[in-house]
DNA sequence: TAGCTTCCTAAGCGCTTGCTTAGTCGCTGT
DNA sequence: ACAGCGACTAAGCAAGCGCTTAGGAAGCTA
């Protein structure tokens, strides 16, 4: 369930794509400057100097993990945000699956969310722009809400904010072992934005 | 404003409260397995060596900063939490000062919330008591408002995890720059949960 | 002045780090 | 058969790391 591999379908080749997931499995657990070249190469099975063939530096693993993990999430969000329904139907779905993804894909988010002073500042500015789409899809469907009167939100920006932390922070404290199910968690987050935005 | 030495009135000599607030600013900024002891002690303004004349170890100065920013947020909550009036009075209180502590002290409570990892296993235990009974004061106050009838929550232990990450993740993402201002920001924050739980 | 204590530094030790170099293995096409 | 190529390894280098050692400067007591 839920390999890490299968969220890059398309790297080649497969010694690469090894590689990718050891270094999610290591970030996540003990933090990129706390991971050595060789854990990653070890765990996926190689010898230190096998890294160096796929990626030209360990920073360049952790950027193509970060990208490619900004981009799911965006995706996830701003297909929520235009999916069918009003505001609030949309707004329940975005933060369901948001927080689902949160759960279920926690390494992977931990890594996304706390690792970004990790990044090169090219890099960094890359997956910014990414950050900056996803809060500005949340803010949008906010102030749509309110304009239509689904919702009663005092204050959009501030309101966006605590959306996606109640969101993003799922990745800090779930492990496989918490409850409920990542499924469940997201229906219950995404009654409790209901509330706290006043959905009628 | 908000001096961090201020944080530990009784630590001695003045030289140990430099390292501390020096390491702090480093750690907040790039995270303890980035910061080396040299980083510290230069920015303290002293030689490399003078750390180990306070200290036995960088990863003893860690636990110093995260068991006192522990220590700190647990008075704080527990202190809320036994305060006058009923169950919503007193968690608006409780969620707003905490969101505040978070959003004022930011550089100690990311290392608070987000080095949990870097600390030895021994240290980690005695932190982690710390925010079990953190946690555990959140959620008995919860319980007691939905037992009274003034909250509609669905399911206490979620809704509690729910409200800490709402104001932990404050950390993450405020800097001096930041809008509202951290007073400001509480009370919103405070209304937010208070909508979240359906406080009637 | 002498002796002790507290606080700090100059120098550097042993080790680990990210990364490189030179070369080997095995598969593919002709 | 054999050249060409992509994937991989053994060995190791230069730099930076946490921490130690030996000692000095300043202040206090007598």
Chains 1, 2 share one sequence.
Do not use: N
Not at 30 to 53: C, E, K, N, Q, W
Not at 136 to 143: E, G, M, P
């Amino acid at each position: 369930m839920t390999d890490p591999q299968d969220l890059w379908p398309d790297v080649r080749p497969d010694a690469a794509k090894r590689l990718m997931a050891a270094a999610v499995d290591a970030f996540a657990d003990r933090g990129f400057h706390a991971t050595t070249t060789r854990d990653i190469a070890t765990a996926a099975g190689m010898s230190p100097a096998a890294l160096y063939v796929h990626f030209p530096s360990k920073a360049a693993v952790l950027f193509a993990i970060s990208r490619t993990g900004h981009e799911r999430a965006l995706a996830m969000v701003e297909t929520a945000a235009a999916g069918p329904g009003d505001a609030a139907a949309r707004m329940r779905v975005l933060v369901a699956r948001f927080t689902t993804w949160h759960a279920t894909r926690h390494r992977v988010a931990r890594i996304v969310q706390y690792e970004l002073h990790a990044l090169r500042p090219a890099d960094f500015d890359v997956v910014a722009d990414l950050r900056r789409r996803t809060e500005r899809a949340v803010r949008d469907l906010i102030a749509e809400g309110a304009a239509a009167g689904v919702f009663t939100a005092p204050d959009t920006p501030t309101a966006a904010r605590a959306i996606l932390s109640l969101c993003v922070d799922v990745a800090r404290w779930y492990t496989p072992e918490s409850k409920p199910d990542p499924g469940t968690l997201g229906e219950r987050y995404a009654e409790l934005v209901m509330a706290m935005l006043g959905a009628r």
